[in-house]
C-alpha cells in the first residue's frame, strides 16, 4: 500500500515538471518567433524591392532635388543591384549633385564596367568629369563619338572650352564655327568669344613710379610692357624700363623680351627672357632668365628657374652697371583654407676688379602662409604670418673719409631673420572699383650689424633687434574691358633705409 501511494505521487510529480517544461519550451519558442517574423518581414521589404520601383522612387526624389535622401534610399537598396547598369548610373548622378564626387565617380566606372559601350552613359560621365574640371579625361571621352559632322552643340561646346583652357585658340574658334554654323541664332558661344578675344588682345601696360628713401636715393621710373598670346608657344611680351636718379643726377635703361611656352601634357610652363641693361655711366650688359613653371599634383606648383637682373638698391649702385645671377626654387600650394609659400634664392655677385669686389653670395629663405578671404559683406579680409632669412658671404661695409658708414655696391645682410604678422582687406563696392591694403609687421626680427672701433673698417658684427614695416594702399578702377587704372602707395621701413613710393598703371586692351 504504502509502495503504491509512493508510485501515484512520484507519477504526479513527473507530470508536473513535464508540463512546465513543456510550458517553457513554448515560451521559449514563441519569443524567438517573434523577431524572427519582424526580420524576415524586413527583409522582405528590400528583397520585394524591384528594379523599376527603385528607379521611380530615386527619380522622384532626385527631381525635387532631395539629392541626400536619394543616396541614402540607394545606399539601402545597392546590395541587391550592384551589378546593375541603371542602379550604378543613377547612384553616379546622386552622389554627384550631393557633392560626394569620389563616390560619384566610382559608381560611374563601376557603371561603364558594366556597359563599356554605351555613349549615353560614357557623355554623362564626361558631363560630370567636366564640372570637375578633369578635362584631359573629357577630351579623351569626347573623342570617341565626335567628328566634324558633329552636331551636338553642348558637346561641341565643351570641346571649344577645353581648346581654350588648353591654349588652343585655333581649334576653340573652330568649334565655336562649326556651333554657328548649326545654330545660326545661338547665344551659347558669346561668353567663349569674348574670352578669346580679351586673351588675343595686344595689352598694353605702363607704370609711372616714384620713389625717395632715406640713403638718400630718389629716382621716377617709367616701364612700359606690351604682350599678346597667339597660342601656347607664341605668347611674347616686351618690357621697357628707365630709371632717373636723384641727386645723383644717373640714368639707367632695361629693355626685355620674353615668350612664354606652355606644354599641357606636361602641366609645365616655360619662360625664356632676354634682354639689355645700360647704365648711362657704364658698360652694357645683358639681363635674362629661363624658369619653369610645373603642377604637381592638384593645387600643388613648382617654380624653378634662373636668372640675371640689374641691382638698383643703393646710392653706389647706380653709378654702374651692377648685375646679379640668380638660382631659384619656389613652392606654391593652395586649399579651400590656406594659401601657402615657400622659397629660396641664390644670389651670385661675380668679381669686380677695377671695383676691388671679390665674387660674393647671398642665399636667401622665405615664406609665409594666408588665409583664404573670409567675406564679410563686400569686405574680404586675410591673415597670415611670413618668415624669412637672408645671409651674405662676405659683408659689403665700409665707411668713408668722414667716417660715415654704408652698404657699398650693394646691401649685403648679415644672418637678418624677420617673423612677421600679415594682414590684408580689400573692398569691392562696384564690379569696377576696388580698394586694397596690406599691413606686413615684423613683431620679431634681428640682424647681425657690423661695427668699428676707429670708423675705418669693420671691427666685428653684434646682435641687434629691429622692428621692419610695410603699409601699402592701392584703389583699382576699370573704366572698361579694354582700360584700367591702378595708383598704389607704399610706405616701408627696413634695417637699412625707410622709403615711400607711389605708382600710377594704366592698362590698355587693344
Not at 319 to 346: C, H, M, P, R
Not at 354 to 381: A, C, H, M, Y
Request: charged share 20%; with cysteine; glycine share 4%.
Amino acid at each position: 500500500m504504502m509502495r503504491l501511494m509512493i508510485s501515484k505521487t512520484f507519477l504526479l510529480c513527473l507530470t508536473k515538471i513535464c508540463i512546465c517544461f513543456l510550458f517553457l519550451v513554448n515560451v521559449t519558442v514563441f519569443s524567438q518567433d517573434k523577431p524572427l517574423s519582424s526580420q524576415t518581414k524586413k527583409q522582405s521589404l528590400y528583397t520585394d524591392m524591384n528594379e523599376d520601383d527603385l528607379m521611380k522612387t530615386t527619380n522622384d526624389l532626385i527631381t525635387r532635388k532631395e539629392y541626400n535622401k536619394a543616396t541614402f534610399f540607394l545606399s539601402q537598396h545597392y546590395s541587391n543591384f550592384s551589378n546593375n547598369l541603371r542602379v550604378n548610373w543613377i547612384y553616379g548622378y546622386a552622389l554627384s549633385m550631393n557633392g560626394d564626387k569620389k563616390q560619384a565617380e566610382a559608381k560611374y566606372i563601376k557603371a561603364i564596367s558594366i556597359s563599356p559601350d554605351n555613349k549615353n552613359l560614357q557623355i554623362d560621365y564626361a558631363r560630370f568629369l567636366y564640372d570637375m574640371g578633369k578635362i584631359d579625361k573629357v577630351a579623351s571621352i569626347l573623342s570617341k563619338f565626335m567628328d566634324s559632322e558633329s552636331k551636338n552643340a553642348e558637346l561641341l561646346l565643351m570641346q571649344a572650352n577645353i581648346s581654350f583652357w588648353k591654349g588652343n585658340l585655333n581649334n576653340a574658334r573652330k568649334k565655336i564655327d562649326r556651333i554657328q554654323e548649326i545654330y545660326p541664332n545661338s547665344k551659347i558661344t558669346n561668353s567663349l568669344v569674348q574670352q578669346i578675344n580679351e586673351l588675343s588682345a595686344v595689352y598694353l601696360k605702363t607704370n609711372f613710379e616714384y620713389q625717395s628713401d632715406s640713403q638718400p636715393l630718389n629716382f621716377f621710373a617709367q616701364h612700359i610692357n606690351l604682350e599678346q598670346y597667339k597660342s601656347r608657344f607664341l605668347n611674347p611680351k616686351l618690357e621697357i624700363s628707365s630709371y632717373h636718379f636723384s641727386p645723383q643726377k644717373e640714368l639707367a635703361i632695361i629693355v626685355k623680351a620674353s615668350n612664354k611656352f606652355q606644354f599641357n601634357r606636361l602641366k609645365l610652363i616655360a619662360n625664356l627672357t632676354g634682354g639689355v641693361y645700360k647704365n648711362l655711366s657704364g658698360k652694357a650688359d645683358w639681363v635674362g632668365g629661363l624658369n619653369f613653371s610645373k603642377k604637381l599634383i592638384q593645387n600643388l606648383s613648382l617654380n624653378l628657374g634662373f636668372s640675371k637682373k640689374h641691382e638698383l638698391g643703393t646710392i653706389a649702385s647706380t653709378a654702374f652697371n651692377l648685375t646679379s645671377q640668380n638660382v631659384f626654387g619656389e613652392i606654391d600650394y593652395k586649399n579651400k583654407w590656406l594659401l601657402f609659400y615657400a622659397g629660396y634664392n641664390q644670389q651670385f655677385f661675380e668679381e669686380d676688379n677695377e671695383r676691388k669686389l671679390k665674387d660674393n653670395e647671398i642665399q636667401s629663405i622665405g615664406t609665409w602662409v594666408l588665409t583664404q578671404p573670409i567675406s564679410i559683406r563686400k569686405f574680404n579680409f586675410q591673415l597670415g604670418y611670413s618668415y624669412s632669412y637672408t645671409d651674405a658671404k662676405d659683408v659689403l661695409f665700409f665707411y668713408d673719409n668722414e667716417g660715415v658708414g654704408a652698404y657699398d655696391p650693394y646691401f649685403t645682410p648679415k644672418k637678418q631673420q624677420i617673423h612677421s604678422g600679415l594682414f590684408i582687406v580689400n573692398y569691392k563696392p562696384t564690379k569696377k572699383l576696388l580698394v586694397e591694403a596690406k599691413v606686413n609687421y615684423g613683431f620679431n626680427a634681428t640682424i647681425r650689424n657690423p661695427y668699428s672701433i676707429n670708423n675705418i673698417e669693420v671691427d666685428g658684427f653684434y646682435d641687434e633687434t629691429f622692428t621692419p614695416v610695410e603699409y601699402t594702399g592701392s584703389i583699382s578702377y576699370n573704366l572698361s574691358n579694354g582700360f584700367g587704372a591702378k595708383i598704389t602707395y607704399i610706405n616701408q621701413e627696413t634695417f637699412f633705409y625707410t622709403r615711400e613710393n607711389i605708382n600710377l598703371g594704366l592698362n590698355f586692351n587693344i
